[in-house]
């Protein structure tokens, strides 16, 4: 019995210092559609919803909830505790209404800590510290799916002035826990990259500066790395999709100043991933990195990561389109022209702030041989071709199936004229713009600005649409266009 534990405490020093930790790196991730909660599955979650979650935590003997503070409108803010370690660790999300990525993470983990698997970590977790979470730090925004509170503030930028009721209860509650970490929850533009490359910043990381010079106290260099730590894990599941924020001092913002009042300060951005508009994959890279962090810091085994680690990892860029199409030929008073051009789908909420549509810009075009494309296409020896107005009006929307737009879009018309057009309706749903009786289709430009719609003709033939946006094949039979399609325009 004895020369059996002898060899296990050997085994156990002679095991790599973060083999433990991938360990449980790669179960949190296989074992993840277990804890998820799926209650919460969209980027437009609102305050209700989740106070059922918390409602159930206050019954619940294991978790202690406090309501910490109320929002401008009067919503609360709750602060969810569990553990009995020394160490404080303090987890705020959403002081952005429209970041929601960290604050279903959030509700990830507590069904972990809930469940009576991981018993051994979930002991070296819950021994060595106290986790606090305060998720939806600006419910107001989240109600409307917007960055700033009711008052019209970024409350990120309130942190001296301290006007707003989310930023006194964040401050109060970081005071009062005098946190040694603290996790700064965020979400980022999906048009963020890593540096010289077509990989989106997924995750992007900042241990903010507490001061101009950018100093690095302990405070600072344990929060740097810990992130260390964290790119290694994201590196695993979506390789070189992680950046690292400039960190120049922002006197007004939270995070550095959390930083400079002795809480050492992981600032975590979840980005783009290819095919994921909802983010449900990153919020699952959020739960699987946060949760070996937090047992990282359990086991104090992050202070071994050398500081060098951190510089590492590549600075974050803001190049990346969702469309890029290069090397089109144009032509502007009979004259070829060579271009590329970039294009993003933007979000428009829609009034109930639940759900959203399509409404696609040019946002640059010329040489973008500097930018990057969620999706791309060589156009060389195409040519753009403007789209015309069908000659036949439609009634109605469903008069249009797959194969007439298809043949539609092939003969050149990229619009469609309808006199009974659904009233509630926002957007086109059918892979070409839709427009009312009257409605005059202005004057064909290619410019930053305007809405992508083109057509692409090679040999006399089109062979690709771009309708707001979205670039269709009109030769691949493989993909159904209603599939790979959001929606086109509406124009009455
Ligand atoms: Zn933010």
């Not at 009721?165 to 533009?189: C, I, M």
């Not at 924020?245 to 009042?261: H, L, S, V």
């Not at 089109?462 to 094949?473: C, K, M, P, R, S």
Request: charged fraction near 25%; proline fraction near 4%.
């Amino acid at each position: 019995m004895r020369i059996k534990s002898l060899f296990f405490i050997l085994c156990l020093f002679c095991m790599n210092v973060f083999a433990q930790e991938e360990a449980l790196t790669s179960a949190l991730y296989d074992s993840y559609t277990v804890y998820k909660e799926t209650s919460l599955n969209k980027r437009r979650i609102k305050h209700h919803e989740l106070q059922p979650l918390i409602t159930a935590y206050r019954k619940n003997p294991r978790f202690t909830v406090k309501t910490v503070g109320q929002s401008i409108e009067g919503r609360d803010l709750n602060l969810i505790s569990i553990g009995n370690g020394k160490t404080n660790v303090f987890l705020w999300s959403q002081m952005h209404g429209n970041e929601p990525t960290a604050t279903q993470a959030i509700f990830d983990i507590f069904n972990f800590l809930e469940s009576t698997d991981f018993k051994e970590e979930k002991r070296t977790i819950l021994n060595n510290l106290t986790l606090h979470f305060l998720p939806m730090l600006n419910p107001d925004g989240a109600e409307r799916y917007q960055r700033r509170n009711r008052l019209g503030i970024d409350i990120n930028r309130d942190a001296l002035q301290l006007q707003s009721p989310e930023g006194r209860t964040l401050k109060r509650v970081r005071d009062s826990l005098q946190a040694d970490f603290g996790f700064n929850l965020h979400d980022q533009s999906t048009y963020y990259n890593a540096e010289r490359t077509n990989k989106p910043a997924t995750i992007s990381y900042l241990a903010p500066a507490y001061n101009y010079e950018k100093e690095i106290n302990e405070v600072r260099g344990n929060a740097m790395k810990v992130i260390a730590f964290m790119n290694k894990i994201i590196q695993q599941y979506a390789p070189g999709q992680v950046g690292k924020y400039n960190d120049d001092f922002e006197p007004r913002a939270f995070g550095d100043n959390i930083q400079k009042w002795g809480t050492s300060t992981i600032l975590i951005e979840s980005g783009g991933y290819s095919n994921d508009v909802e983010k449900q994959e990153i919020r699952k890279l959020n739960y699987v990195s946060i949760l070996s962090a937090i047992y990282t810091i359990a086991k104090g085994s992050y202070t071994d990561i050398p500081l060098e680690d951190y510089w590492e990892i590549p600075e974050n860029d803001r190049k990346l389109f969702d469309l890029k199409i290069t090397n089109v030929n144009y032509k502007i008073f009979d004259k070829p022209y060579t271009l590329d051009i970039g294009m993003n789908r933007l979000e428009v909420n829609r009034e109930d702030y639940n759900s959203f549509w399509y409404s696609s810009r040019i946002v640059d075009q010329g040489d973008l041989s500097t930018y990057y494309g969620y999706e791309t296409l060589d156009a060389t020896g195409y040519t753009i071709r403007e789209g015309k107005v069908a000659p036949e009006t439609i009634k109605i929307p469903s008069q249009l199936d797959e194969q007439t737009i298809v043949s539609l879009l092939k003969n050149g018309y990229t619009y469609v004229r309808c006199t009974n057009i659904p009233k509630d309706w926002d957007s086109s749903p059918l892979p070409i713009h839709l427009i009312g009786k009257t409605f005059k289709v202005p004057e064909f430009l290619l410019e930053v600005g305007v809405n992508p719609t083109f057509l692409l003709e090679k040999d006399g033939a089109i062979a690709y649409a771009v309708i707001n946006g979205f670039l269709i094949d009109l030769f691949d039979n493989s993909k159904a266009l209603y599939f790979i399609f959001n929606n086109a325009m509406l124009f009455r």
